[in-house]
């Protein structure tokens, strides 16, 4: 399985690692890149985990060139996408995420799930302390990790049911 994450301040690719390692725990055979390292090849999986930073409602730009760059091949293979950012209780307004939606359709995802975020002042800029100040954004890790450990068994549960995955040791 391959795991692709687009964060810009590490949170994200923490909520990656996260789901990774659990797969590994379940004995699944994984590989994380980040979502702007150079193409990789998706011949050798059978499966994926794409997630992005929610920044304004929006993907970045990494994580939007990825699935439109390799749409084809993720249409053929289980694919499910993960978003992390809201701030506070996790939730997010349904029209906040509708370019992930629109990024989705065709390729068949199994489930888009939105994970809480993490805001720590010490990461930021000038410019985005005061983008946080503005919209009165909370600081804090807000981050679930027994959601994400439990989204990851899922996948792991759904992989081992597959008739023809080659991922399950």
Known sequence: ??????????STS????????????????????AAN??????????????GSAIYVGHWMKGAR??????????????LWLFSSGPLGDGSAPPDELADIRALAVGLHVRDHRIFAGNLDKADLNL?????????HAPYGDFRDWDEIRSW????S?????????????
Request: aromatic share 2%; charged share 25%.
């Open 1 to 10: 399985m391959l795991v692709v994450v687009a964060s810009k301040h590490g």
């Open 14 to 33: 923490a909520i990656a690692t996260a789901v990774s390692d659990e797969l590994r725990e379940r004995g699944i055979a994984v590989s994380i890149t």
């Open 37 to 50: 390292d150079p193409d990789p090849s998706l011949d050798d999986y059978d499966a994926a985990v794409i």
């Open 65 to 78: 060139n990825f699935l439109q760059a390799h749409g084809e091949q993720l249409r053929g293979m289980p």
């Open 127 to 135: 410019a985005e302390r005061a983008a946080v100040r503005m919209v």
């Open 152 to 155: 990851a068994k899922t996948i």
């Open 157 to 169: 549960e759904e992989l081992a049911n597959e008739p023809t995955s080659a991922s399950v040791k």
